[in-house]
């Protein structure tokens, strides 16, 4: 059997043991009265239970144990043990919350052990800049810097039924994709198994939302997303250039893949400092507040942002042969204009 076909087989199986699993989830939560709260700066009016993240991770692991082999986890063993730490800072986050700095000072434990033991990280300046390596205390440095914004730039979409949900689907199959394309199948397998999971707590999560990821899933799938990313751009850069599925911007494709949580983490995090707040403080200003303040239902709003995080996977296709400051000036100046022309739009409305 052709293994696209099998890799479809496994996501099928993943999606199923998840779709099984989450209204005992969420009638097992409503009991327990495990919710997650309205009010604030939440757009949900009602209670509505969260921990959506335990039958994803559920699904996941069900298939890997299915399509792994003992060696293939025996290999990833460091990241499976961080992963799994993440999953339970993020449950124990949404049974008994954690304060910011407390939630940020227990991811430092999940990522050391990535970094330090998996010997994942930022290994150079992968062209960017110049061509060369980083020292190993810089290397940590810049590594765990990048596996704490982009895991909780995840977690900060999660804000709309759905978004985080269909961008968690289409990061993890671009990368699933690729990792498949050059090879690398087991870590096309894990990508896929996420998928699985996310497919089906998609049919949960649509508006009306039956049940949210909670941090549970977010930190687990932010931390899956930060992995896979840094693999992607050190394999990317160290492929033969002849490659058919090179891209010649290993730090710029990445990005575009990642334009959502990107995008919107930098855009408030810039509004938070002009207005001399904390950038862990929680408002409504993120893009898809901006998409609903000019009257966009949940479901439209999703449907838009959707379509920008695909349109910047066919920049990055299309830039594929030029250099990451074509593509990293290319994601930038359209982001620019995108925020540009939600403001525009929203002060005509307010007229």
């Given at each position: 059997?052709?293994?696209?076909?099998?890799?479809?087989?496994?996501?099928?199986?993943?999606?199923?043991?998840?779709?099984?699993?989450?209204?005992?989830?969420?009638?097992?939560?409503?009991?327990?009265?495990?919710?997650?709260?309205?009010?604030?700066?939440?757009?949900?009016?009602?209670?509505?239970?969260?921990?959506?993240?335990?039958?994803?991770?559920?699904?996941?692991?069900?298939?890997?144990?299915?399509?792994?082999?003992?060696?293939?986890?025996?290999?990833?063993?460091?990241?499976?043990?961080?992963?799994?730490?993440?999953?339970?800072?993020?449950?124990?986050?949404?049974?008994?919350?954690?304060?910011?700095?407390?939630?940020?000072?227990?991811?430092?434990?999940?990522?050391?052990?990535?970094?330090?033991?998996?010997q994942t990280m930022v290994?150079?300046?992968?062209?960017?800049?110049?061509?060369?390596?980083?020292?190993?205390?810089?290397?940590?440095?810049?590594?765990?810097?990048?596996f704490v914004i982009l895991?909780?730039?995840?977690?900060?979409?999660?804000?709309?039924?759905?978004?985080?949900?269909?961008?968690?689907?289409?990061?993890?199959?671009?990368?699933?994709?690729?990792?498949?394309?050059?090879?690398?199948?087991?870590?096309?397998?894990?990508?896929?198994?996420?998928?699985?999971?996310?497919?089906?707590?998609?049919?949960?999560?649509?508006?009306?939302?039956?049940?949210?990821?909670?941090?549970?899933?977010?930190?687990?799938?932010?931390?899956?997303?930060?992995?896979?990313?840094?693999?992607?751009?050190?394999?990317?850069?160290?492929?033969?250039?002849?490659?058919?599925?090179?891209?010649?911007?290993?730090?710029?494709?990445?990005?575009?893949?990642?334009?959502?949580?990107?995008?919107?983490?930098?855009?408030?995090?810039?509004?938070?400092l002009r207005k001399f707040?904390?950038?862990?403080?929680?408002?409504?200003?993120?893009?898809?507040?901006?998409?609903?303040?000019?009257?966009?239902?949940?479901?439209?709003?999703?449907?838009?942002?959707?379509?920008?995080?695909?349109?910047?996977?066919?920049?990055?296709?299309?830039?594929?042969?030029?250099?990451?400051?074509?593509?990293?000036?290319?994601?930038?100046?359209?982001?620019?204009?995108?925020?540009?022309?939600?403001?525009?739009?929203?002060?005509?409305?307010?007229?």
């Amino acid at each position: 059997m052709h293994q696209s076909v099998i890799l479809l087989f496994y996501t099928a199986i993943s999606f199923l043991v998840s779709f099984l699993f989450f209204p005992v989830f969420i009638k097992l939560l409503r009991q327990w009265k495990v919710f997650d709260e309205s009010g604030g700066h939440k757009i949900h009016l009602a209670f509505t239970p969260s921990m959506g993240g335990l039958s994803i991770f559920l699904g996941a692991i069900v298939t890997l144990l299915i399509c792994l082999s003992l060696q293939q986890w025996i290999a990833l063993k460091f990241f499976f043990v961080s992963i799994a730490l993440m999953f339970f800072i993020g449950l124990r986050d949404d049974i008994l919350a954690l304060s910011a700095r407390q939630k940020l000072y227990s991811q430092l434990l999940p990522i050391a052990i990535l970094i330090i033991l998996g010997q994942t990280m930022v290994r150079s300046t992968y062209g960017l800049v110049w061509d060369q390596s980083l020292p190993m205390w810089a290397a940590v440095v810049l590594t765990a810097f990048i596996f704490v914004i982009l895991t909780n730039a995840y977690n900060l979409i999660d804000g709309l039924d759905g978004l985080a949900g269909t961008v968690g689907v289409l990061i993890l199959s671009f990368f699933g994709g690729w990792f498949f394309a050059v090879g690398d199948v087991v870590l096309s397998y894990i990508a896929f198994a996420f998928v699985g999971g996310l497919l089906s707590f998609l049919f949960f999560n649509w508006q009306p939302a039956k049940i949210f990821m909670g941090d549970t899933g977010t930190l687990m799938i932010g931390f899956l997303i930060s992995f896979l990313a840094l693999t992607f751009i050190d394999r990317n850069y160290s492929l033969p250039h002849e490659h058919p599925f090179k891209f010649s911007s290993s730090i710029g494709t990445a990005v575009c893949i990642l334009i959502i949580p990107v995008f919107d983490t930098c855009r408030v995090i810039i509004l938070r400092l002009r207005k001399f707040q904390s950038p862990f403080q929680a408002d409504r200003n993120h893009v898809h507040h901006q998409f609903l303040n000019l009257g966009f239902s949940h479901s439209r709003t999703v449907v838009c942002m959707a379509a920008i995080n695909m349109f910047f996977v066919g920049l990055a296709v299309v830039l594929k042969k030029f250099s990451d400051w074509w593509t990293l000036g290319s994601a930038v100046a359209i982001c620019l204009i995108i925020n540009f022309a939600l403001r525009r739009a929203q002060s005509r409305a307010a007229v």
